[in-house]
């Protein structure tokens, strides 16, 4: 009997295995499909971050005072601008705990 035990064992780790291993392969990523070319205006911008390596496009995502998510190529002088906006913006609302108008939508740190 002993035998069987083992092998029922074996099967279940086998199986939660096979499961997990499914449930990560079906987590979406959340990528840019395409960038857009236009300027964007760098008052408007509250944070963003880069996209994942996992994604085909090389791209920043800047996220906006409405929370909308623009999905930007990364090596255009407005966003390098807008990324120096959000770092200044940040540092400037953490010195004033987060208070006024121009830190809503700020993430704190």
């Not at 074996?10 to 070319?37: H, K, R």
């Not at 964007?40 to 509250?46: G, L, N, P, S």
């Not at 085909?56 to 255009?76: E, M, W």
Request: charged share 30%.
């Amino acid at each position: 009997m002993a035998p069987w035990g083992d092998a029922k064992f074996l099967f279940c780790i086998l199986f939660i295995t096979f499961c997990c291993t499914m449930t990560v392969a079906e987590i979406p990523m959340d990528c840019c499909l395409s960038v857009g070319n236009k300027s964007i205006r760098a008052r408007w911008i509250v944070d963003y971050r880069e996209q994942d390596k996992g994604c085909s496009v090389a791209a920043i995502i800047l996220v906006t005072k409405l929370g909308r998510k623009l999905c930007v190529p990364p090596n255009k002088d407005c966003v390098q601008k807008a990324k120096d906006h959000v770092d200044k913006l940040r540092e400037n609302c953490k010195n004033n705990n987060y208070k006024g108008k121009r830190c809503a939508g700020v993430k704190r740190e």
